[in-house]
C-alpha cells in the first residue's frame, strides 16, 4: 500500500500526464476520491438546510427516566476460553454462545443449565447465531466458514454440522435471515453475503467496505429489504438485499465500529467503537443524530443493543461494564459493574425482558 | 493498541499529579510509593468520573493495563485504603512495548537467576518459561546470557532505592506481560483486530459511492423525515408501556421472579391474547403483522371487507423471500397463479403498471435469487394498501375491539380466579357473542378471529396459501 501511495506522489508532478489520467490508476483513483469528496460536501450543506432539532431538545418533553433497578439475574459458567459472541434464541430464555477455545453451548438460560456443547475445529469462533425456529444454531469464525448444527437430544449433534458459506477470511458475524433457510454472514474478507442454508449455495454478496466487517444486523420488522453492516473501515454501509447494492452510507467514528444495531423502529441504528463511543444513525434524515460519549469513558464499544421501546441504549465496553444510556435524552443512566474483563457482546432479549452480556472474563451475565 | 490510548491520557495525568513518597510498610521502608486511597482521590480529580465507584473503577483499569501496580500485596484492583502501589515507568507502558519478543523475556528470566535466589528466584510457572525459552532459543543462548550479564552489571551501578524500584517495575511489566496460567491477559488483542486490513478503496467503489452521493443530493431523501427527532421520540413514546425495562410486565418479569407465566400468556399459539399485546397492534401496521396472531386477526376483519387475498398475498410473498432456493420457483409460480394471474382465484387488487412490472420481473427472474424478489413492486403496493385504507378501518373495526374487550375481560378473569388456562368451552359462548352483537355494518354471520371462537389452534392455518413445508 505504502508503495502505492508513493508512486501517485511522483506521476503527480508533470503536469501534462493529467491527460491519460485513465491509464494511471492511482491518479485516476485519486481524481474519483476528490470529486466525491466535493460531493460529499455538497450533500453535507444541503443537509446542514434541515431544519431538524436536535434529539435532546425533541426529548424534553419525555420525563427523566427513574430508577431501573437493573441487576445481575443469572451467570453462566461453562466455557474456559474468552466468550465472543452470544445470542438469543427467539423462545426468550436460550442462549448459544462461542468462545475463543472452540467451543459453542447452548444453554437454558433461565435455569442456567447447559443443553448442547460442542467443539469446533478451530479457535476464535467469533460468531454464533439461532435459528428462528430454535431448531438450528451456526456458527463460525477462523475456519472462515459458517457451519449450521441441528439441536436434537437424539444424537451427537456434531455429526449433524454442515458447512453453509464460505469467506476468504476469518467470519467475524451471522445472523439467520427471518428463517432458518437463509443466513447472512460479515466476514474479514470486508464483504458480506446471503447464503442458502439447504445447499449452501451464495444467493447475494455485498462489496463495498474497505475494511475487515465486524457487525451487521437486519431490522427487527418484516417490512423493508435492507440491513447495516459496518467495520474497521469506520463506516455504516446500507445495503438492498435484493440488488445487492450499497444504498447509504453513514460516517462519524474515529476508530473501528465493532456493532451495530438496528433501533427497535427500524428507521436508526446505533453503532460502538473503539473510539469509546456509541452513535445514533437515522436512516431517513440520512445522518447521525447523537453521540453517547463521557470522559470517563476510554474503552472500546464491543456491543450495543435497545431495550423493547428504544428509550434504552445499552452498551457493552472494553472496560468490563454496561453503560445504561438515555437515547433520547443522550445521558448515561446507570452503570452495570460485575463482569472480570472485556465484554465482547450484549444483546437484548426478544421480548425485551433482560440484556445478555458475553465477556472475556469466560462468563455469561443476563441482567434484569 | 489504539484502544489504549484514552486511558493513556489519564495514566499521564495521575503521573503528573502524583506526589510520590516513601511510605513505612511496618518495618521496611517503600520508597516511591502511593496509597490506593491517593491514587483514587487523584483519578477523582483528573478522570472526571462520576462517582467513587466509578474512580475506583478506573483506578483498578490503571492497574490491569499495566501504569501501576501494588508494591507489597498481590490485589488485582486498587483498594481505597492505604495499601501501596507505585506508577509504573511509562518505559514499560503498554504503548512502548506493543510486542515483547521471547529472547527479552528469557533474558529477564536469566538475571533473575543469576541473582540471589531467595529474593529473586524464580516462580514455578516462570520456571517452566524459562526452561521451554532455553529450548526455543538455544541457538542464541549465548547472547542471552552476556546480555543479561551486562544489564546486571549496569544495574549494579545504580543507588540501592533505584534499584528495588526499577526490579518492582521491571516484574510488574513482565507479570501483566505474560500472566501466571489462569490469570487474565488484559494487554491482549482480539484476533480480528491484530489481523485487520484497510484496502484501498477502488474506481467502482468511488463510482458507486458518487452514484448514491448524487442520489442523495437529487432526492434529499432527508426531507422525508423533517422532524425525524420528534416522529422517534413520539415513536419511542408510544411503547414505553410495553417495555419491560420501563414498565413491569404483567403478571411478572419472569427473570425477577421465577414465574414463566409471562412467556407463556404470549406465546403465538396463546388463544387469547394479553390486553397490552392487543392495544400493541393499535399504534402501526407493522407492529399488527409482526405478530401472527395480529396478522389472524387482520385477515380475519379482511376476510369481511371481501380483501383478504391482501394479507394473504403479503404473507404469501413474505414466505416466498425467504425461502430455501430450491422452492423459490414452485412457491413463485403458485403466488402467480392464486394472486396475479388472470382470472385468479385470489386476484389482488394492484394497477395495471404495477401488475406489468411485477409479471415482467417474473418472466425476467434468470435465477431463484431474482425470483426471490420478483413480486417486491406489487408486495409494496399492496401493502400500502393495507396500511393507508384497510389498518385504519380495522382499528375502528367491531372486529378489533372484540378481541380488545375479549383480551381485556381475560385479563380480569385471569386475576379473579388466578387460573391461566383459558378454558374454551366455558367462555366461548360470551366471548364470541358480545362482540358479535353490535356487528351491524358487516353481515351476521361473520366470523369472529379464529382463537376466540374455535377451539382449533389457528395459527399454522394462516399460512393455508404456502405450498406444503416439507
Known amino acids: 500500500m505504502s508503495t502505492s501511495v508513493g508512486e501517485s506522489s ?27 469528496e466535493d460531493l460529499r460536501k455538497k450533500l453535507d450543506q444541503e443537509r446542514q438546510k434541515l431544519n431538524d432539532i436536535p434529539i435532546q431538545q425533541a426529548a424534553e418533553r419525555l420525563e427523566v427516566m427513574g430508577s431501573l433497578g437493573i441487576k445481575q439475574r443469572r451467570i453462566l459458567k461453562g466455557h474456559v476460553g474468552k466468550v465472543l459472541c452470544m445470542d438469543w434464541s427467539l423462545d426468550k430464555r436460550h442462549i448459544v454462545s462461542s468462545s475463543q477455545d472452540g467451543k459453542v453451548i447452548v444453554w437454558d438460560g433461565f435455569t442456567t443449565n447447559k443443553e448442547h456443547a460442542l467443539t469446533m475445529p478451530t479457535t476464535w469462533v467469533m460468531a454464533c447465531a439461532f435459528s428462528p425456529s430454535s431448531q438450528m444454531i451456526a456458527c463460525g469464525g477462523l475456519d472462515n466458514k459458517c457451519s449450521v448444527v441441528p439441536l436434537s437430544f437424539e444424537d451427537d449433534i456434531i455429526q449433524k454440522k454442515r458447512q453453509v458459506a464460505t469467506h476468504t477470511s476469518y467470519m467475524s458475524c451471522c445472523t439467520f435471515l427471518r428463517s432458518d433457510n437463509l443466513i447472512l454472514t460479515g466476514s474479514g474478507d470486508s464483504t458480506c453475503a446471503i447464503w442458502d442454508v439447504e445447499s449452501g449455495q451464495l444467493i447475494q454478496n455485498f462489496h463495498g467496505h474497505t475494511g475487515d466487517v465486524f457487525a451487521i444486523d437486519v431490522p427487527k ?50 453503532t460502538g467503537s473503539d473510539d469509546a463511543t456509541c452513535r445514533l444513525f437515522d436512516l431517513r434524515a440520512d445522518r447521525q443524530v447523537c453521540v453517547y460519549e463521557k470522559e470517563s469513558i476510554l474503552f472500546p464499544v464491543n456491543g450495543v443493543d435497545f431495550s423493547l421501546s428504544g428509550r434504552i441504549l445499552f452498551a457493552g465496553y472494553g472496560d468490563y461494564r454496561v453503560g445504561v444510556w438515555d437515547s433520547l435524552k443522550c445521558v448515561r443512566h446507570s452503570v452495570l459493574y460485575g463482569h472480570e474483563n472485556r465484554i465482547s457482546c450484549l444483546r437484548t432479549s426478544p421480548d425485551g425482558t433482560a440484556v445478555c452480556s458475553a465477556s472475556w472474563d469466560c462468563t455469561i451475565r443476563i441482567w434484569a | 493498541m ?13 503521573m ?11 518495618r521496611i521502608a517503600v520508597p516511591h510509593a502511593l496509597t490506593g486511597q491517593q491514587i483514587i482521590a487523584l483519578v477523582l480529580e483528573k478522570g472526571a468520573p462520576e462517582d467513587d465507584v466509578e474512580a475506583g473503577h478506573l483506578a483498578s483499569l490503571l492497574l490491569h493495563h499495566g501504569y501501576l501496580f501494588p508494591v507489597i500485596e498481590h490485589v488485582c484492583f486498587v483498594r481505597d485504603d492505604g495499601t501501596l502501589y507505585r506508577l509504573q515507568r511509562p518505559y514499560f507502558w503498554p504503548s512502548q512495548a506493543e510486542i515483547v519478543p521471547d529472547v527479552e ?52 551501578e545504580k543507588k540501592k532505592v533505584e534499584k528495588v524500584v526499577f526490579d518492582s517495575e521491571e516484574r510488574a511489566f513482565w507479570k501483566s506481560r505474560k500472566p501466571t496460567r489462569g490469570a487474565a491477559n488484559y494487554l491482549e488483542d482480539a484476533y480480528n483486530k491484530t489481523e485487520k486490513k484497510i484496502r484501498r478503496q477502488n474506481a467502482q467503489g468511488y463510482r458507486c459511492l458518487m452514484d448514491r452521493l448524487r442520489f442523495a443530493i ?72 409482526k405478530d401472527p396472531i395480529g396478522r389472524q386477526v387482520l385477515e380475519t376483519f379482511l376476510e369481511s371487507e371481501f380483501s383478504s387475498e391482501n394479507i394473504r398475498f403479503w404473507i404469501a410473498i413474505q414466505d416466498l423471500k425467504y425461502a430455501p432456493n430450491e422452492l423459490i420457483y414452485q412457491k413463485g409460480e403458485r403466488i402467480r397463479e392464486e394472486f396475479l394471474a388472470q382470472g385468479a382465484p385470489a386476484q389482488v387488487n394492484v394497477d395495471s403498471r404495477t401488475l406489468d412490472q411485477t409479471i415482467d420481473c417474473i418472466g425476467k427472474a434468470k435465477d431463484a435469487s431474482q425470483m426471490r424478489f420478483a413480486f417486491c413492486h406489487s408486495e409494496e403496493h399492496v401493502f400500502t394498501l393495507m396500511a393507508k385504507d384497510s389498518y385504519p378501518r380495522f382499528v375502528r373495526s367491531q372486529i378489533y375491539k372484540g378481541v380488545l374487550s375479549a383480551a381485556q375481560q381475560q385479563g380480569s378473569r385471569r386475576l379473579g380466579w388466578r387460573n391461566f388456562v383459558f378454558n374454551m368451552g366455558a367462555t366461548k359462548k360470551p366471548t364470541s357473542t358480545k362482540p358479535t352483537k353490535p356487528q351491524d355494518s358487516i353481515g351476521a354471520g361473520q366470523p369472529l378471529p379464529k382463537q376466540l371462537s374455535s377451539d382449533s389452534l389457528p395459527v399454522r392455518q394462516a399460512h393455508s396459501v404456502k405450498p406444503e413445508p416439507e
Open chain 1, 10 to 36: 511522483i506521476t503527480k508532478m508533470p503536469e501534462n500526464a493529467a491527460q491519460s489520467s485513465t491509464e494511471k490508476g492511482s491518479e485516476y483513483l485519486e481524481q474519483l476520491a476528490h470529486e466525491a
Open chain 2, 2 to 14: 489504539p484502544q489504549l490510548s484514552k486511558i493513556e491520557e489519564l495514566a499521564k495525568q495521575v
Open chain 2, 16 to 26: 503528573e499529579g502524583a506526589q510520590l513518597k516513601t511510605h513505612k510498610y511496618f
Open chain 2, 105 to 156: 523475556y528469557a533474558i529477564y528470566l536469566n538475571k533473575r537467576l543469576l541473582r540471589n535466589e531467595q529474593k529473586h528466584g524464580l516462580e514455578e510457572d516462570e520456571v517452566e518459561s524459562f526452561n521451554r525459552l532455553a529450548d526455543v532459543l538455544a541457538h542464541m543462548w549465548t547472547f542471552i546470557v552476556q546480555q543479561s550479564e551486562l544489564q546486571l552489571k549496569q544495574q549494579k
Open chain 1, 221 to 270: 420488522c418484516d417490512t423493508g429489504n435492507t440491513f447495516i453492516s459496518a467495520g474497521a473501515d469506520k463506516h455504516s454501509l446500507v445495503w438492498d438485499i435484493r440488488s445487492g447494492q450499497c444504498v447509504q452510507s453513514f460516517e462519524g467514528h474515529e476508530a473501528d465500529i465493532n456493532t451495530v444495531r438496528f433501533h427497535p423502529n427500524g428507521d436508526a441504528f446505533a
Open chain 2, 218 to 289: 437529487k432526492t434529499k431523501p432527508w426531507l422525508k423525515a423533517l422532524k425525524a427527532s420528534d416522529t422517534m421520540v413520539t415513536w419511542v413514546d408510544q411503547r414505553a408501556d410495553y417495555d419491560p425495562f420501563l414498565t413491569a410486565p404483567q403478571p411478572s418479569n419472569p427473570w425477577l421472579t421465577d414465574d414463566t407465566s409471562f412467556w407463556s400468556l404470549n406465546t403465538d399459539t396463546v388463544e387469547v391474547p394479553t390486553e397490552r399485546r392487543v392495544k400493541r397492534w393499535g399504534l402501526s401496521v407493522q407492529e399488527l403483522v
